[in-house]
Nanobody, 128 residues
Framework: QVQLTESGGGSAQAGGSLRLSCVSS??????????LGWFRQVPGKEREGVAA???????AYAYSVKGRFTISHDKGERTLYLQMDSLSPEDTGTYYC????????????????????WGQGTQVTVSS
């Protein structure tokens, strides 16, 4: 059973930074075509795609985080990262990492319905 485990959430001041990590155990897919992503959700709202990275390593970002967040993937460590800089209170939410075998190369962040493996989430709270 594949598990995705997020860590690195917490509290930050506006303008600050946090780095989220997501470790896969074991590696999510036996084949090499996949997409990994970060989503966030606040109570009462739908899960929002934040960033994703395809098999070719090319990233995609939501407009709201472009230029502030950076997604990266260390295949050897089976770890997905999300570096979050210039945080604002609007970035507050529960952040989930996810994996998809249905999408390989991306031009934008795929919808949540494309992802079939999810982590348990980690809370990020940004205060003004």
């Amino acid at each position: 059973q594949v598990q995705l485990t997020e860590s690195g959430g917490g509290s930050a001041q506006a303008g600050g930074s946090l780095r989220l990590s997501c470790v896969s155990s074991p590696y999510p897919y036996k084949h090499s075509s996949y997409c990994l992503g970060w989503f966030r959700q606040v109570p009462g709202k739908e899960r929002e795609g934040v960033a994703a990275i395809g098999t070719d390593g090319k990233p995609a970002y939501a407009y709201s985080v472009k230029g502030r967040f950076t997604i990266s993937h260390d295949k050897g460590e089976r770890t997905l990262y999300l570096q979050m800089d210039s945080l604002s209170p609007e970035d507050t939410g529960t952040y989930y990492c996810a994996a998809s075998s249905s999408v390989a190369q991306i031009l934008s962040v795929p919808a949540a319905s494309w992802f079939d493996i999810w982590g348990q989430g980690t809370q990020v709270t940004v205060s003004s």
